[in-house]
């Protein structure tokens, strides 16, 4: 595929059409926020992916990193996006537009193709440019990226409570489907017993009768081992049809055999097997199901705001203290700035930071080396907290809607810029209110 073709400002005019920087506030501040992103320097690492080559060239590298960095500041999913391009002339502005338009000059899918393009390596361009804007227009200082506070959240997947009965009766009705499609004669689907047995499950757990839950229960594994047994035995020697079925009967044995306290993966969901068990201590959520993101912010609030500094998906779900050798590469790499100081909560104890922070990382309840100054610096530990919170309801981490592994981590770290650009708007709207009041407290002349 060949390079896109860049959208660079002509100054062109229009006999019948109007300029956007005409018929809107200039003084706005998504206006002020799209004139101070260095477009070139995202083209770079965006651009990479492309090759000179024959085809029809892709979009324009602003337009889709505009459309992300929209998506996760106002926590838009792709629809209500493209419904409120096509209205938003601020919107179009910032995505490079010169006229405005009436029609949607993208499909939708179009951001799905790009994301999936896009690395977790490219996509931090987004994360580093919220910064370096923060740093040119006085919202934060360099210094202030020298200490940091780390901590660990979940990003729950867009997947259903699981229970092993619904993930039995799950598994069953994607086989019976999958069969019907390859024109297989099924002895028994179990479409109209299965689902009575699950209702009877629900009900009967719900009433605490184990007893008649459990042999609900029973009854939806036998539906299912009847089903694979039937499946297996009329594919066999069939190599086009047990490389269709193979995933679908891997997943069915899998639930089937899955114990409540098994060691090793567990399958939690079917369409999202990268789907992880973790439990957080929260006594409204006890386990949430998702992938584990590492968040980094500043120590010291800055006239901005408490910028994020670092976002980044764990799979795998490591022990806290052992993603600091993942985490503090890759964050100094993002950060381009020599860290002084990391804190971090007590999960963090035993930590296998490499050698060059070892002692730079400081947890809650630790001893040795705290001195008053870093025993004060202590207390606002917890000032990420409220950062977290933020990027999960506003910002599109509290639930992904993206799929796979590569899903979360193209999830995470727009979300992290989506809320840095959120602070921005808000202080480009601030400096904009004290221009106005400074203009307003001017002594008026007195006529004669």
Not at 17 to 33: C, F, G, K, S, Y
Not at 147 to 156: H, K
Not at 263 to 277: D, F, M, N, P, W
Not at 302 to 317: D, E, T
Request: aromatic share 8%; glycine share 6%.
């Amino acid at each position: 595929m060949s390079r896109p073709r860049e959208k660079r400002e002509t100054g062109e005019q229009d006999l019948f059409r109007a300029r956007l920087d005409q018929i809107i506030n200039m003084r706005h501040e998504l206006v002020r926020l799209a004139q101070a992103i260095d477009w070139p320097v995202l083209e770079a690492p965006f651009g990479a992916v492309y090759s000179d080559g024959p085809g029809m060239p892709p979009l324009p590298t602003r337009w889709m990193a505009g459309l992300a960095i929209l998506k996760h500041t106002f926590d838009l999913s792709d629809e209500e996006l493209c419904a409120r391009w096509v209205e938003n002339p601020y919107f179009q502005y910032l995505c490079g537009e010169e006229f405005f338009r009436h029609d949607l000059p993208f499909d939708r899918s179009s951001m799905t193709r790009w994301r999936q393009r896009m690395g977790e390596e490219r996509i931090t361009a987004l994360l580093q440019e919220s910064l370096a804007v923060a740093v040119k227009t006085g919202a934060m200082k360099p210094a202030d990226t020298r200490r940091v506070i780390v901590d660990t959240t979940v990003q729950p997947k867009n997947v259903m409570f699981p229970t092993d009965a619904k993930l039995i009766h799950r598994a069953r009705e994607r086989l019976v489907r999958l069969a019907r499609q390859a024109g297989l004669d099924l002895r028994q689907t179990y479409v109209r017993v299965g689902k009575l047995a699950l209702i009877k499950h629900q009900r009967y757990t719900h009433a605490k009768q184990f007893k008649r839950a459990n042999k609900a229960l029973r009854k939806l594994k036998t539906y299912l081992g009847r089903t694979v047994r039937d499946i297996a035995r009329q594919i066999a020697g069939e190599e086009e049809l047990e490389a269709t079925f193979r995933w679908p009967l891997y997943q069915a044995s899998a639930v089937l055999e899955q114990r409540q306290r098994q060691r090793g993966r567990k399958i939690y969901s079917l369409h999202a097997h990268e789907v992880e068990c973790i439990g957080k201590g929260k006594a409204h959520a006890p386990y949430e199901f998702g992938v584990k993101v590492s968040v980094t912010t500043t120590l010291k609030r800055s006239k901005g705001g408490q910028f994020v500094l670092h976002a980044m998906a764990l799979p795998g779900n490591p022990y806290d203290g052992h993603t600091l050798e993942t985490v503090i590469p890759a964050m100094g790499k993002t950060i381009g700035n020599q860290i002084e100081r990391i804190l971090a909560d007590a999960g963090y104890r035993g930590h296998n930071a490499p050698l060059t922070h070892k002692f730079k990382v400081f947890t809650a309840g630790q001893k040795r080396r705290v001195t008053p100054a870093i025993k004060h610096q202590m207390r606002r530990r917890s000032a990420i907290e409220p950062v977290i919170g933020h990027i999960k309801t506003e910002h599109r981490i509290g639930r992904n809607y993206l799929a796979g592994e590569h899903g979360d981590a193209v999830n995470a770290i727009p979300a992290a810029a989506g809320y840095n650009f959120s602070l921005l708007l808000n202080w480009f709207r601030r400096l904009l209110w004290l221009l106005i009041a400074a203009l307003n407290c001017q002594t008026k002349p007195v006529a004669a």
